[in-house]
């Protein structure tokens, strides 16, 4: 059996004194795109951010690779393919498409940056006619494209991602699942995809993860839950 490429256990953390996430496990194996639901609240932004290493643990482990990452900072993360886009694709407006990837890619060297601007432009030829055009002139599904974009500038293998829907016209919710699982068909990139339209990322994912009250509540294959609608239904009760 191949390792996971990423492997939470038994994770606990929080908040100050708040706890959130209560003995969280789960992985996410090679070229595989693994959708965390639940309901509001429920931790699946901690999750990430935990990951990510912008919030510290508590209790447990997280394993990058075979390798503990307790305690990296969010810069080494992405430094080791472990790469974050936020929630509310957060670009910013004032700085154009270019200077945007620029920001991903701020630890790379001129040469590495160019080459990978190239790579992700490929995936996003949207962008490449806009480069030089400020971001905030983007529509809602364009700036996602770019906020997606950026995370992959840095040579990524693990894609965190934080509701990709938010915001977007039911028509562009499409563009962005497609775009993704065309990355993750081209590229076998990893994602972990926070997601609020449950039905929706069902159709791209490959297993899924349930958390309710800071707890793994369900882990499922999508043709069962598809087939079970009691499982979704318990998970937002
Ligand atoms: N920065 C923060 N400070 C204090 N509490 C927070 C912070 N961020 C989130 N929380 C709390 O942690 C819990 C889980 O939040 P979150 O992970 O954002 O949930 P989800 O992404 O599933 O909606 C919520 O009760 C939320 O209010
Ligand atoms: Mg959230």
Redesign the pocket.
Same mark, same amino acid.
């Given at each position: 059996m191949m390792e996971p490429m990423l492997k939470i256990e038994n994770v606990s953390t @929080?908040?100050?004194k708040?706890p =959130?996430l209560q003995d969280v496990s789960l992985e996410v194996n090679e070229g595989e795109i693994v959708a965390l639901i639940?309901?509001? @609240?429920?931790?699946?932004?901690? =999750?990430l951010?935990a990951v990510s290493g912008l919030l510290p643990l508590w209790k447990g482990k997280i394993y990058w690779l075979g390798n503990s990452i307790n305690g990296n900072s969010p810069a080494k993360n992405i430094g080791l393919g472990l790469t974050f886009c936020p929630?509310g694709s957060r670009v910013f407006d004032r700085m154009t498409v270019g200077e945007n990837l620029e920001v991903g890619g701020f630890r790379l060297s001129r040469v590495e940056l160019m080459k990978r601007e190239e790579i992700v432009l490929e995936l996003f030829p949207a962008l490449k006619t806009r480069l030089r055009e400020d971001a905030g002139n983007l529509s809602g599904g364009e700036r996602q494209m770019l906020a997606i974009a950026r995370a992959m500038v840095p040579p990524t293998q693990l894609l965190l991602l934080?509701?990709p829907s938010l915001g977007l016209a039911p028509n562009l919710l499409g563009d962005v699942f497609g775009k993704l699982t065309e990355i993750n068909r081209e590229l076998g990139l990893a994602m972990l995809v926070?997601e609020q339209k449950v039905k929706d990322v069902m159709t791209i994912c490959h297993r899924v993860v349930g958390?309710k009250l800071?707890r793994v509540e369900l882990e499922s294959s999508p043709e069962v839950l598809r087939g079970d609608g009691a499982l979704l239904k318990n998970l937002f009760l």
């Open positions: @929080g908040y100050n708040k =959130v639940g309901p509001n @609240g429920a931790g699946k932004s901690t =999750v951010k929630q934080d509701e926070v958390l800071g």
